[in-house]
């Protein structure tokens, strides 16, 4: 049995210079959001790596002294490689510098903050991570609606409606169906641009009618947010003219919500938009 290659090693060290690495989730865009360990890492960095989420009024926290990068991530929209990221995080940490990668968000829910520790860790560098609420969460609370419930929800699903290239991605027929049995929410990040699919799939297993809220800029002053009904998703997003950043939120637990915005002349198609 052959031996297990060993890793490969730089002749850098992240000890021997003093460099550090820390992945901060900023939270869904609202400053107040932060949690205070976060607010101390980034007042701390000398080099930020700022997400195209991340809000001015976050970054306002950063010392007038450190180095400040945008490295942009969004979906239709020129980015920043991937690639090219994580090495300008592994040349700042081995010149010595406290760098933090600030990212909307929680950076472990689909903020590729897997890869990049994963990348760092290869290099010898080790990677400290600082959790941030994410959008999902602070979406439908902000409408006064909870993601789990005793009687309405018994879990809930974090889920990507946008898969990478030469991914078949999710099967949302298979979702919808453990959805209904589970009694699951289903929280959608980037799936405004595939809302017809998913609205398709989904109700081959969930009613029409199940309640469905629509958030954009989660947190934000200028939150958006529509309420309606599965069966009318794209229409919705469509009329409405939402777009991302948005979470999609399927599920009984936002029924409380549906009744509160409710129009009797727009029934069936429960709608609010703020």
Not at 24 to 48: H, R
Not at 103 to 122: C, Q
Not at 169 to 181: E, F, H, M, N, V
Request: glycine share 10%; aromatic share 2%; hydrophobic share 45%.
């Amino acid at each position: 049995m052959s031996r297990p290659t060993p890793p490969t090693t730089h002749p850098a060290s992240p000890l021997a210079t003093g460099g550090s690495c820390t992945l901060v989730g900023a939270g869904p865009g609202d400053p107040e959001l932060l949690t205070i360990k976060a607010l101390k890492a980034i007042q701390a960095a000398t080099v930020l790596l700022v997400d195209d989420l991340v809000s001015d009024a976050i970054v306002a926290h950063a010392s007038p002294t450190a180095r400040i990068v945008y490295v942009g991530k969004r979906g239709g929209c020129k980015s920043t490689p991937q690639a090219f990221i994580e090495k300008l995080m592994l040349m700042a940490v081995r010149e010595g510098e406290n760098v933090v990668r600030l990212k909307g968000g929680d950076p472990f829910i689909f903020g590729r903050g897997g890869e990049e520790v994963e990348h760092l860790r290869a290099a010898g560098v080790q990677v400290s991570v600082i959790n941030g609420i994410t959008a999902g969460l602070a979406g439908l609370t902000s409408l006064g609606a909870p993601l789990t419930h005793r009687e309405h929800a018994h879990g809930v699903v974090f889920i990507t409606g946008h898969a990478k290239p030469g991914d078949a991605g999710t099967d949302w027929q298979a979702l919808a169906r453990t959805a209904r049995d589970a009694k699951l929410t289903l929280i959608i990040y980037m799936g405004v641009s595939g809302a017809a699919t998913i609205e398709q799939e989904l109700l081959t297993s969930l009613p029409a009618s199940t309640p469905v809220a629509v958030i954009q800029h989660a947190s934000l002053p200028h939150q958006r947010h529509a309420v309606t009904t599965l069966g009318h998703l794209h229409a919705t997003i469509t009329r409405e003219g939402l777009a991302s950043p948005s979470v999609i939120v399927v599920g009984d637990v936002v029924r409380g919500v549906a009744l509160a915005s409710l129009d009797a002349a727009q029934a069936p198609q429960a709608l609010r938009v703020g």
